[in-house]
Each structure stands twice: as C-alpha cells, then as structure tokens.
C-alpha cells in the first residue's frame, strides 16, 4: 500500500472530486482538512470512502479532554482511516482520546495521531509562542508526551524523522506534511524535504498536497513521486 496522502484542499468539491476521479486507492490514501470539512462536512468523507479510499481527517482537534474525545470518537463513528489531534493539548486530553479509541477492535478504530509543531513554524516563531527550545527539542518532546499517552504515532516534520525514530522506535508512526519534491514550490512550509530523502529519514507517511494537487498535470506530479520513491 502506497504511503503517499495527498492533501485534498479545495475550495471547489467539483475540482476536488475531478482530481479524485484520476486517483486510484491502490495508489495513496486521501485528506481532508479543515477547509473542506467545514464546507462540505461528513458527507464529502463518506463519498470518498466510498470510491474505496482510506481517509485521514485532519482537523488537529485541540480542546478540553471530555471535548476532544468525543470529537475522536465522531470521527471513528465515520470510519475514518485517521484521525489527529494536537499533542500541545496535554497529557489529559490525549490520554482522554486514545481511552475513547481504546474500548474499539484494533481494526474498528483510526489512527490517532498528534500534531507536534507545525510544519511552517520556524524557530523564531516557536520562540515567540513560548516554546523553549528548537523546534527539534519541542517536537521531541510533544512526541514523548503523545507517545506516553498512548497515541498511535505524531505528525511531524521530516526533518526530525530520524531523531524520533531513534528515540522512540519503530512503534510510533510518523506523518510527514512538509514535503517538496525538487520540482515544487516551498509556498508556506519552512521544514520541508523531498520524498525519497523523508522515506529514508524514517516517515511512515508522506502528505503531500499542492505538489500534486496544484500541478499542471496531477497524475504526471503522482507518477514522478512514485518513480523518484522507487528509485
Ligand atoms: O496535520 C497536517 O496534516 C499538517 C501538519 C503540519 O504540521 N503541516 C501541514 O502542512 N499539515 C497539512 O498538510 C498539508 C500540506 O499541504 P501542502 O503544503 O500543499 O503539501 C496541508 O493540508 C496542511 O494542513
């Protein structure tokens, strides 16, 4: 199965849906975020499982834990794929969330997932949230925090792959946004790295968005990525 998710971050759900079409589920798994949840809500994931493909729903819950972990618990009820939260939220609420997961078969349940810092942070703006440390240092230690609380694996930047692989094993997945192939923009994203080079730091999960999404030619952007990960 590919690790490839492409971020689907549409205005339009016709457009959405128009790239969809050309995409095959044997080939990557799909996200929905904040923009197109909030426009087009459940029903547009239940489409998309319905084409047959795995759904990541990306609305980096952050909230008091009886709050978040019933959002959690929404999301299971939709048959998503994955679901995140932000680890800054605290050991309470994402200990509240992989409870609310936990009563579930293995099978029967998503991913959970937390965010540590953002990939279009720069040191200078973690700094100036109040966040001691480099953003390696806070993602580390956002890592251990959800690690210990019982999630899944974190979202990450593929720059700190390796470090928490080594640190925490192979037992917590990685998430990796961030990542430009040598033929894409870097637009908002400041820790960013190719495909190939994320693989091989340890990311389970490539998500890529306008890398794709945006290209002249979809399926043509998707081949060039499969072909430099075979390679
Ligand atoms: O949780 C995420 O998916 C996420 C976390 C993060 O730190 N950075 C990040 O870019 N994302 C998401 O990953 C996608 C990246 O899209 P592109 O920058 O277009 O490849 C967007 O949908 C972001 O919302």
Known sequence: ???????????????????????????????VGKEMFTRFGPGFVQVLQGRGFDVFLDLKFHDIPNTAAAAVEAAADLGVWMVNVHASGGRHMLEACARQLAVRNADERPLLYGVTVLTSLTDNEIREIGWSGSSEEAVTRLAGLAHESGLDGVVCSAMEAELLKSRFGPGLGLVTPGIRPAFA?????????????ALAAGSDYLVIGRPITRAEDPMEALA????????
């Open 1 to 31: 199965m590919s690790r490839v998710i492409v971020a689907l971050d549409f205005q339009d759900r016709l457009d959405a849906l128009q790239l969809v079409g050309q995409l095959d589920p044997a080939r990557c798994r799909l996200k």
């Open 185 to 197: 923009v870097q637009g908002d994203q400041q820790r960013v790295m190719t495909p190939a080079k």
């Open 224 to 231: 060039k990525i499969e072909a430099e990960i075979a390679g």
